[in-house]
């Protein structure tokens, strides 16, 4: 099995799928749980401190950290392989339409940009929330309880580049997506004439969901402080 995984072109199209499918859901539940600062900042800090230090948001960062990593390792090894088969041709795309050929050609361009946006992010919340406990303090650098994420929020997001950073990121994210979210189906042969239309479909829905959830919360912060809590 670990043979087929990695030697096979099919079977790292299937470890891409499946880690793609699992981050899929994560990225659905934290924009869930990031829309949930907007409806009432206490909830979205319960959130916060559930998920804190606990073993098992622990285990979990873990495991998601792991899932990026081989997903993009994986990546930039199903990208060389394209270009050593195929030249410029990043992903195998066994059915054609208009409109998705920039997408599918720059999913590593894309990846790498929404990584680095990853990285941003932990600097700015991660490192200021979690990390904090893990090291056993009670307040961040900003001096805030690691436990308020919606003041957190508040305060990346009073800074106007960082509202232009992350909606950049956004925008990667939904590219990315619109691709990655169809191409997992395809991966498993689901991407046949009937179903193609119909996994573009549910592909863009679900990256159209995922970008305007993350980008309504970096909005509301940033122009409707007030409503946010602030005031």
């Not at 590593?108 to 919340?125: C, R």
């Not at 990390?131 to 308020?148: A, C, F, K, R, W």
């Not at 994210?173 to 479909?201: E, I």
Request: hydrophobic share 55%; net charge positive; aromatic share 16%.
């Amino acid at each position: 099995m670990s043979c087929f995984l990695s030697n096979s072109s099919l079977g790292k199209k299937l470890v891409m799928s499946v880690t793609g499918c699992f981050l899929v859901l994560f990225i659905l539940f934290h924009m869930s749980m990031n829309v949930t600062a907007i409806i009432s900042p206490e909830a979205y800090n319960a959130v916060c401190e559930f998920l804190g230090a606990n073993w098992y948001a622990l285990a979990g960062t873990v495991v998601l950290a792991l899932g990026v990593l081989i997903h993009f390792i994986y990546a930039i090894i199903l990208t060389l392989h394209n270009y050593k088969a195929r030249g410029k041709q990043r992903y195998a795309v066994t059915v054609k339409e208009p409109g998705v050929d920039w997408a599918s050609k720059n999913m590593l361009v894309l990846g790498v940009i929404v990584l680095v946006g990853l990285l941003l992010h932990l600097f700015n919340f991660w490192s200021k929330m979690q990390l904090v406990e893990i090291m056993g303090q009670h307040t961040n650098s900003l001096g805030y309880s690691p436990t308020d994420g919606a003041a957190l929020i508040r305060y990346t997001f009073s800074q106007w580049y960082y509202v232009v950073i992350y909606l950049v990121w956004f925008v990667a994210l939904w590219f990315h997506l619109t691709h990655g979210v169809w191409s997992m189906f395809q991966s498993v042969g689901w991407a046949n004439d009937t179903w193609y239309p119909r996994l573009k479909c549910i592909a863009n829905i679900v990256a159209t969901i995922v970008f305007l959830g993350f980008a309504i919360v970096v909005l509301v912060y940033f122009l409707c402080p007030c409503m946010s809590g602030a005031c």
